[in-house]
């Protein structure tokens, strides 16, 4: 696929992460997709998810706000087959607290697929709120720690 072409799909997932459209999220994704943090600390936020626990997660999260986690893409730079991208994101928790974070994200395709998904933010902020629903592997819990 053109670089051009890897920016659409981007938009794309954008749209359906936002909708949390679980079955389009999937069809943008390889059967070998990967989403990994880089982010250092805490060890709670290095996680390393496929396919399966991916697709879930914007329901998971949304599930702790008052409407869904919104995420804003402000700009990308596409060469080859990766596609850099700067987002930010917007929601209100149940609790009252207000999530906002920036991002940026190293997207890497298998053809018209996203296989990988590098994600880099504030890890404080993304830990301040959230850290209380994630396990030791970074996974969403039911209850609250």
């Given at each position: 696929m053109?670089?051009?072409?890897?920016k659409?799909?981007v938009e794309?997932?954008?749209e359906?992460v936002?909708?949390?459209?679980?079955?389009?999220?999937?069809?943008?994704l390889?059967?070998?997709?990967r989403?990994?943090s880089?982010?250092?600390?805490?060890?709670?936020?290095?996680?390393?998810?496929g396919?399966?626990?991916?697709?879930?997660?914007?329901?998971?999260?949304?599930?702790?706000?008052?409407?869904?986690?919104?995420l804003?893409?402000?700009?990308m730079t596409?060469?080859g087959?990766?596609?850099?991208?700067e987002?930010?994101?917007?929601?209100?928790?149940?609790?009252?607290?207000?999530y906002?974070?920036?991002?940026?994200?190293l997207?890497t395709?298998?053809?018209?697929?996203?296989?990988?998904?590098?994600?880099y933010?504030?890890s404080y902020?993304?830990?301040?709120?959230?850290?209380?629903?994630?396990?030791?592997?970074?996974?969403?819990v039911?209850?609250?720690?």
């Amino acid at each position: 696929m053109s670089a051009e072409n890897n920016k659409r799909t981007v938009e794309k997932y954008f749209e359906a992460v936002n909708s949390m459209d679980e079955d389009k999220i999937r069809s943008l994704l390889s059967d070998d997709f990967r989403i990994k943090s880089k982010n250092v600390n805490p060890p709670v936020l290095r996680y390393e998810w496929g396919i399966d626990q991916f697709v879930s997660a914007p329901r998971l999260m949304s599930a702790r706000m008052k409407k869904p986690l919104q995420l804003r893409l402000i700009a990308m730079t596409a060469e080859g087959d990766r596609v850099a991208v700067e987002a930010d994101s917007y929601g209100e928790m149940l609790n009252g607290s207000t999530y906002e974070n920036a991002y940026h994200f190293l997207f890497t395709f298998k053809g018209d697929k996203i296989a990988e998904v590098l994600e880099y933010c504030c890890s404080y902020t993304a830990f301040d709120i959230f850290g209380k629903f994630l396990n030791e592997k970074g996974e969403h819990v039911d209850e609250a720690r």
